[in-house]
């Protein structure tokens, strides 16, 4: 596995990650051991996110942290001694040594640069791996131009920014995948796999209904013995096709859906049927598709002849309404040709020569419906601290508040002060040149301004199009929200500033392991 190692290593290698790739699967390992991350702060958050990401045998991973440790740190981070914090050791380089003995396979290294250099981040060969770096993780707040800088960094250089910060009892991630990121699997679920129970080519008769598809075109028609779940328009890859078809096998297909144009004055028929449960379509199915399309074409035929021959209806043309349109649930269409095929999602373009594999088809095959790819674009870090693309819908109920993970939570706007105070702690730091002291009461006042100065500001820049974060309540009935403003909880930003800095080991293993199922994204 990787592209990096000795070759006597492989075997070694996969034996010790065989439970690893029967959870996620060989492809997801081979792309991770394609990958170099770059982790930016050691702290408590910032030991969990590398040793996870070690762990999992990404190719390599790269940590940067040149701050000396504390004695604070040795309650998160489960590397550092008091030898180190007599020492004075950076954080990076005292657990250097504990993280490379994780993952022999994984190149693991320190970054010994005083400052994050923009020629460092877009290398095309990060410690010689031959690999650029395709995420860069911060596990603790920066100054904001630094941090407004790395983001934008990453997304013009196409590399995941991912941002997971805790102070206190507040815990917060941000993620920005770029401005076109392409989402393959939604929903991680996997998809049924069908048997082939017949193929038949044959050419499009006018009573059968496909999109894209004109008269006379080629088609193949593939026949599950249950309902295929293929929408019209979906990817289909093709396997375990046998014989002269095994060159097909692996392909990937635009698949369509097929109606039956059935003369239908008693409407006895539903539109979308299981062929095998209609007591009316199921005797016409026993034939193969030319015979079905032949019976129908001279039904059809008849039913407008007789139309057209009945003294009271002559002056009427055929009524369309008499024919229903049965779409069959257990089929699949290819077409030939580029009207109702491209190669666009990996889908290959079905040929005369593809068609003419089909027509030899015996037995066997299965065919499995492929996801659809899914671009979204990503606001970056600077325009997510005014306004958050959160907003959505809860319930039938609009929100314009920072998601949490209690969706009520969210509803109810507690995540503004959250939002507002990471924000505010940016601006301390950039006008005072430090960050807020633990237990500071004049700190936390501090920071309590901040915050009003910060929401007064996005409730001027806030429209119906693109709501800003500010201190807001959606009034007493949120299923018709009044957006209106309100006073801030002192509180909380209080408890926040005087906590600052703060590392809880159960939000830090939280947001190790959240970090990592983000990365998993990519």
């Known amino acids: 596995m990787g592209g990096w190692k000795a070759t006597d290593q492989h075997d070694d290698e996969a034996d010790r990650l065989s439970r690893q790739k029967a959870a996620f699967g060989a492809e997801t390992l081979t792309k991770l051991k394609e990958l170099n991350i770059l982790v930016v702060g050691l702290r408590g958050v910032g030991v969990e996110s590398a040793k996870n990401m070690i762990l999992s045998n990404v190719g390599g991973v790269t940590v940067w942290d040149r701050n000396p440790a504390e004695m604070r740190d040795l309650g998160a981070n489960f590397y550092l001694t008091s030898d180190h914090v007599k020492a004075k050791t950076c954080r990076a380089d005292a657990c250097l040594s504990q993280l490379k003995s994780l993952n022999p396979y994984c ?16 290398s095309k060969d990060v410690n010689g791996t031959g690999k650029p770096f395709a995420a860069i993780i911060i596990t603790q707040l920066l100054p904001k131009e630094d941090m407004f800088r790395l983001n934008e960094t990453a997304r013009s250089n196409n590399i995941v920014f991912l941002c997971a910060l805790t102070s206190g009892v507040t815990a917060s991630i941000f993620s920005d995948f770029g401005p076109n990121h392409l989402i393959s699997d939604t929903n991680g679920q996997a998809l049924p796999t069908k048997a082939v129970s017949n193929i038949e080519v044959i050419s499009k008769p006018p009573v059968f209904k496909i999109d894209g598809a004109k008269d006379g075109d080629t088609i193949i028609v593939l026949t599950s013995d249950s309902q295929t779940g293929v929408e019209d328009g979906a990817k289909i890859k093709l396997d375990d096709l046998t014989g002269p078809l095994a060159p097909l096998s692996g392909k990937i297909f635009t698949a369509k859906r097929i109606s039956l144009v059935k003369y239908d004055p008693k409407r006895e028929f539903d539109s979308r049927i299981d062929p095998n449960l209609d007591k009316h379509i199921e005797p016409l199915l026993n034939n193969t598709m030319a015979s079905l399309a032949s019976t ?224 998993l994204l990519i």
């Open 296 to 519: 129908l074409t001279k039904q059809y035929e008849e039913a407008q002849k007789n139309w057209e021959e009945n003294e009271e209806k002559k002056d009427q043309k055929f009524s369309i309404g008499k024919c229903r349109a049965i779409t069959l649930l257990d089929r699949v269409v290819l077409v030939v040709g580029s009207g109702a095929n491209d190669d666009d999602d990996g889908a290959s373009l079905l040929t005369n020569e593809d068609a003419a594999l089909f027509a030899k088809y015996q037995s066997g095959g299965l065919f499995t419906k492929q996801k659809e790819t899914v671009q979204k674009s990503y606001d970056s870090f600077e325009s997510s601290l005014k306004s958050t693309t959160s907003h959505n819908s809860y319930m039938g109920m609009e929100t314009r508040f920072p998601q949490m993970i209690v969706e009520e939570d969210s509803m109810a706007g507690h995540g503004i002060e959250v939002h507002l105070q990471w924000c505010a702690a940016m601006e301390f730091q950039q006008e005072h040149g430090r960050w807020p002291s633990r237990r500071s009461s004049k700190d936390a006042e501090l920071m309590v301004q901040f915050v009003e100065a910060l929401s007064n500001t996005n409730q001027k820049l806030t429209t119906d199009e693109k709501p800003t974060i500010f201190l807001q309540t959606n009034g007493p009935e949120p299923w018709n929200p009044k957006w209106e403003p309100r006073e801030i909880n002192v509180e909380r930003v209080t408890r926040f500033s005087k906590l600052f800095g703060a590392e809880l080991t159960g939000f830090c293993a939280y947001l190790g392991g959240a970090l990592f199922f983000s990365f």
């Open 107 to 122: 190149n693991v290294e320190s970054h010994k640069a005083a400052r994050l250099e923009n020629e460092f981040l877009t």
